[in-house]
């Protein structure tokens, strides 16, 4: 009798003892994938700490040049931080302890310097590229000879010509216009008017056409990359405040924002709206 009622616990026994191992394999299983999450999110931060340092030496805080760099360097690996911080908020999830929760605050404090420091690098790299566009290419601009100075030098050397054959002279050292036989035998005054007319028209020519190929292209390269730059700060400011919390806000940066700006509000009426009319189109079809 007793022995009947021992084996008949048997079964059950061993059920619920499979089903705590099956527990606690499944527990250590995820703290296993969580620790493994932890050493990848670190190694992301090492490798965006890694190559911001090599952006920074030789570090030259007021050069254009170099702000535009690091902040390239900035956005270009942004990414890194940010998916360590996802790794990382994935793992405590899985394991989460005390210790853990003590870092993911300081990583949310983190992110939310983050998002306003992507924020800052808009009007940051904005204002540097302007900078090298404007002293880069008016150095340029400086040292370069006016277009029109060949021009210049015939028309000195037809005012200051005493005669009709020193201009033709002067003309052909300079690489000028020949003048026709008949033209020779002009008064030289008639002549120098006429030679002036036809430079001042060159002239005119000559300046219209450099100022449509006056136009760097390295200008535009860089409007495009602070445009592309511009575009990828903002996207990384609003994925980090996602992840973002100031100390003692259990909301994240990114719904304080979209609360105080109203932007949930619009989402729920559009939500709503659509749920009406699903509910009034199924209310048909059951009449109909």
Known sequence: MHSSNLQSE???????????????????????????????????????????????????????????????????????????????????????????????????????????????????????????????????????????????????AIKEAPDAKTLQANLTILRGPAIAPQDMARPLPELKQMLLGSLEQARSNLLKQAGRDGADPRVWVLIQDNIRLSFASFGLAIAFAAFAQRPGQSKTLLKELSETLGLERLFDN???????????????????
């Open 270 to 288: 559009k939500n709503n709206k659509r749920k009406k009319s699903k509910s009034s189109s199924g209310s048909r079809r059951v009449r109909s």
């Open 10 to 156: 048997k079964p059950g026994t061993n059920a619920s003892t499979l089903e705590a191992e099956r527990a606690s394999d499944s527990i250590k299983i995820r703290a296993s994938f969580a620790d493994q999450l932890s050493l990848a999110a670190l190694a992301l931060f090492i490798l965006f700490i890694s190559a911001i340092a090599n952006s920074l030496i030789p570090a030259a805080l007021f050069n254009p040049a170099w702000q535009i760099r690091l902040s390239a360097t900035l956005i270009s690996n942004g990414f890194l931080p940010l998916l360590a911080l996802a790794l990382f908020q994935l793992g405590f999830t899985l394991k989460p302890l005390q210790r853990s929760e003590t870092i993911r605050k300081k990583l949310c404090s983190f992110a939310v310097l983050a998002s306003l420091g992507f924020l800052l690098l808009i009007p940051l790299q904005g204002w540097a590229s302007w900078r090298l566009i404007r002293e880069n290419f008016q150095s340029l601009e400086k040292g370069k000879p006016p277009a029109d100075l060949p021009l210049q030098k015939m028309e000195q």
